[in-house]
């Protein structure tokens, strides 16, 4: 079964050995509770997140079912894992497959690997496996209001070139990351002095207030920064997701040209 849009159906055809992954979930079954909720997930990713800016999963259940999915986020970056597998003797296996779906060098890429409990706490843009365990976990999703899996479902193309644009990109003068909370904006306004800086910080947040706009939690760039904003996940979903910003943005240099007169 796969769900997601066309360009990475090839999910659906990746296989992999998961005896590693079976015999680590055994070997800690007596210590976890709802033991058939859990899943050894081993998630690959780049270092250079512009160059591919999602993550691929490899899952088994303790049943044996296997899932292979591209997400948002690094799920043990959402969840810490309960246990954690330091060595994966098959980590050559997953990275040569992780490399045929990023078409990056092998260098390029780190795994790490660990037991979680379903659901895991990211959005897949893409998932293929086991058809029963994922229409039950889709369903069981959607009974209890989160999204994990099903995000696929909702994923075409046009959502999918926006979120390859703006996981880790640009708007105008912000720099953009897409997480599991929302859509952050860091403005990053190279035209003003340091000396002035803390003045333009005070009107981003003014106006981040106006537009009941939330700042970002982190600040994961090395740009020097003005201020931050969050958009809610849905936004990316409607027809015009940056109208607010571009509100706040204009209103914001409209507010630096006037201040910039009596300097």
Do not use: W
């Amino acid at each position: 079964m796969y769900v997601g849009p066309e360009k990475f159906r090839k999910l659906e055809n990746i296989d992999f050995d998961a005896s590693e992954l079976l015999t680590f979930l055994e070997s800690k079954k007596e210590r976890l509770d709802v033991y058939h909720r859990h899943v050894a997930v081993v998630s690959c990713h780049v270092n250079e997140k512009n160059h591919f800016p999602f993550y691929l999963n490899f899952a088994i259940t303790p049943s044996g079912e296997k899932i292979v999915g591209l997400s948002i986020s690094q799920p043990m970056s959402c969840t810490p894992a309960i246990y954690k597998l330091n060595e994966i003797s098959k980590k050559e296996e997953f990275i040569k497959l992780f490399s045929t779906i990023a078409h990056l060098s092998n260098e390029q890429i780190n795994c790490q690997c660990g037991i979680m409990k379903l659901p895991l706490k990211t959005r897949f843009i893409a998932v293929a496996g086991n058809e029963e365990f994922l229409k039950k976990e889709m369903f069981s999703e959607k009974v209890f209001g989160t999204e994990s899996f099903s995000f696929a479902k909702r994923v075409d193309d046009r959502v999918l070139e926006f979120l390859e644009k703006y996981k880790d990109g640009h708007y105008k003068i912000c720099r953009t990351i897409i997480n599991d909370e929302g859509i952050n904006f860091f403005v990053v306004d190279k035209k003003i002095s340091d000396e002035f800086r803390p003045l333009y910080s005070e009107v981003i947040s003014l106006l981040r207030k106006k537009y009941n706009l939330s700042p970002a939690k982190y600040y994961p760039i090395s740009e020097r920064i003005v201020g931050s904003f969050t958009l809610d996940f849905e936004t990316i979903f409607s027809s015009a997701p940056f109208e607010r910003v571009d509100r706040l943005l204009e209103e914001y240099e409209n507010i630096k040209r006037d201040v910039s007169k009596y300097f």
